[in-house]
């Protein structure tokens, strides 16, 4: 199964002020890695650079930053374009979704997922053939 993975699970993973979730995430992580195709985005990349080298309190050291990026930019990266933004602006009129949220959503509909993990957009939430799924979040059994 193809899915996309957003910002803030990756962050949970190298955060150190919380070694329990870092941990939890990193084994479902692997896990995902194993049996899942993942995928991110450009703009995946960048917040994440964003809030390793400034948000979190330490900053990450830039060889662990480059690193992080590096292990990122292996899995397959849906660049963003033109159309990708415009397609996001109107998802985000019609999902009454933030700017950007609507930029991850877009970018996962487009590289054909069927999932999207992420803490920010409702679990279970679904935009056409897209579920959201948030990895923290039991879900019930069928």
Not at 22 to 50: M, N, P
Not at 74 to 84: K, P, Y
Not at 103 to 131: N, P, Q
């Amino acid at each position: 199964m193809r899915i996309f993975v957003d910002t803030n699970l990756w962050v949970y993973r190298l955060d150190r002020r919380d070694p329990d979730k870092s941990r939890r995430i990193a084994a479902w992580l692997r896990e995902r890695a194993e049996i899942d195709e993942i995928v991110v985005s450009t703009q995946v990349l960048i917040e994440l650079r964003a809030v390793l080298g400034r948000k979190l309190k330490p900053a990450l050291p830039q060889a662990d930053i480059r690193r992080a990026l590096e292990a990122l930019a292996a899995f397959e990266v849906v660049h963003a374009d033109a159309s990708l933004v415009l397609d996001a602006h109107e998802l985000a009129d019609a999902e009454q979704l933030s700017w950007f949220d609507a930029l991850i959503v877009e970018a996962a509909i487009r590289s054909g997922c069927s999932m999207l993990y992420s803490e920010d957009l409702g679990h279970d939430r679904r935009f056409g053939e897209l579920t959201v799924r948030n990895p923290f979040v039991e879900s019930p059994s069928p």
